[in-house]
């Protein structure tokens, strides 16, 4: 009986191709994929934020039979970080704490969330004397979350739009 030897061990150049091709195109599956989740991540906590800030407000509103006063206020920034009964929006927090950390928006994407008071509820007239008899909290989507499409949406005490 011959005994043959193997003279080739190993993997072909086309081969190697092949799979490197392979890992390739699943990473970059991977990548976009991830980003897609990052983006609706962003999104579901902008939403869950102006929910959390709607009913803060809604606090605020049963102690002081209004809305605290504030003209395009840049919410969660470092002068609207906190809001209180003596405090409104405000960096240092007095009194009744309704939101001790009130949330920025996340980045990156989308714009600051801004609050503006009003003196009734056809927004006509900026209050800047709390309490206010009305407010609104406008805030940006990146993609379509549940019935709120890409783009500027609006809060106020009737709900989102």
């Not at 490197?20 to 897609?36: M, R």
């Not at 009130?102 to 800047?128: F, K, L, M």
Request: hydrophobic share 35%; charged share 15%.
């Amino acid at each position: 009986m011959k005994k043959y030897k193997q003279k080739n061990k190993g993997f072909t150049l086309i081969e190697l191709l092949v799979v490197i091709s392979i890992i390739g195109i699943l990473s970059t599956l991977a990548v976009v994929s991830l980003n897609n989740a990052r983006v609706k991540a962003r999104d579901a906590k902008r939403v869950s934020d102006v929910k959390q800030i709607q009913t803060a407000l809604e606090l605020y509103l049963s102690d002081s039979d209004g809305y605290p006063a504030g003209n395009n206020l840049e919410i969660g920034a470092a002068a609207a970080s906190a809001l209180s009964k003596d405090s409104g929006f405000a960096s240092a927090s007095s009194g009744t704490i309704y939101m001790g950390k009130v949330p920025a928006n996340p980045t990156p994407g989308g714009n600051p969330y801004r609050y503006t008071s009003y003196t009734n509820s056809s927004a006509s007239t900026v209050c800047s004397v709390a309490p206010c008899a009305w407010y609104r909290l406008t805030f940006t989507l990146e993609e379509q979350t549940g019935g709120l499409g890409i783009g500027s949406h609006t809060v106020d005490p009737t709900g989102v739009y």
